[in-house]
T-cell receptor
Framework: DAGVIQSPRHEVTEMGQEVTLRCKPISGHNSLFWYRQTMMRGLELLIYFNNNVPIDDSGMPEDRFSAKMPNASFSTLKIQPSEPRDSAVYFC????????????FGSGTQLSVL | SQQGEEDPQALSIQEGENATMNCSYKTSINNLQWYRQNSGRGLVHLILIRSNEREKHSGRLRVTLDTSKKSSSLLITASRAADTASYFCAKETSGSRLTFGEGTQLTVNP
């Protein structure tokens, strides 16, 4: 298995632009997580899906952020409009079942908003 | 704010020495996990210890959990240069929420 696949690996954009981050979880995993990592705030859970349904989106910072999981093999995290404070590494992770007992992380997307 | 504190923030040791990292938390947990992150990479799961367990081993890793003190420790024995990474504890609380600590940066010098 290729593991959790995220794209793009790096994204540089200008303030106000729309950014879409993509994630393909490990086949057979039915829980998917989006985390954000910054030096100041560490790793923050943004949203958690189980069987393609959002279970906990309390970490989504504001309405500029949205996440979708149209099927079991694909998820997107969209920021519109982007702001410099959104600059961070965004990780997608997946796990088997509902329990958060062993997350498999992708390599992350390094987002820079200028 | 982060659920739990880790110390030390940074640890530098010589190859062959043991490394101990600690993690504390504030609320009750279902389990506690340790992850490793190499620079520029995603996190990798190392070991999980449940709230009713006190100690667990995996290869050169030993994890302890003291629920009365709300703390855990990760011991890496006979460290190698390849163990250089950041190590994070993660607490599963009610609602299937996994919250990560701030991490310990471990440097193992050859």
């Amino acid at each position: 298995d290729a593991g959790v696949i995220q794209s793009p690996r790096h994204e540089v954009t200008e303030m106000g632009q729309e950014v879409t981050l993509r994630c393909k979880p490990i086949s057979g995993h039915n829980s998917l997580f989006w985390y954000r990592q910054t030096m100041m705030r560490g790793l923050e859970l943004l949203i958690y899906f189980n069987n393609n349904v959002p279970i906990d989106d309390s970490g989504m910072p504001e309405d500029r952020f949205s996440a979708k999981m149209p099927n079991a093999s694909f998820s997107t995290l969209k920021i519109q409009p982007s702001e410099p404070r959104d600059s961070a590494v965004y990780f997608c992770a997946s796990s088997l079942g509902r329990a958060v007992e062993k997350l498999f992380f992708g390599s992350g997307t390094q987002l820079s908003v200028l | 704010s982060q659920q739990g504190e880790e110390d030390p923030q940074a640890l530098s040791i010589q190859e062959g020495e043991n490394a101990t990292m600690n993690c504390s938390y504030k609320t009750s947990i279902n389990n506690l996990q340790w992850y490793r992150q190499n620079s520029g990479r995603g996190l990798v799961h190392l070991i999980l210890i449940r709230s009713n367990e006190r100690e667990k081993h995996s290869g050169r890793l030993r994890v302890t959990l003291d629920t009365s003190k709300k703390s855990s420790s990760l011991l890496i024995t006979a460290s190698r240069a390849a163990d250089t990474a950041s190590y994070f504890c993660a607490k599963e609380t009610s609602g299937s929420r996994l919250t990560f600590g701030e991490g310990t940066q471990l440097t193992v010098n050859p």
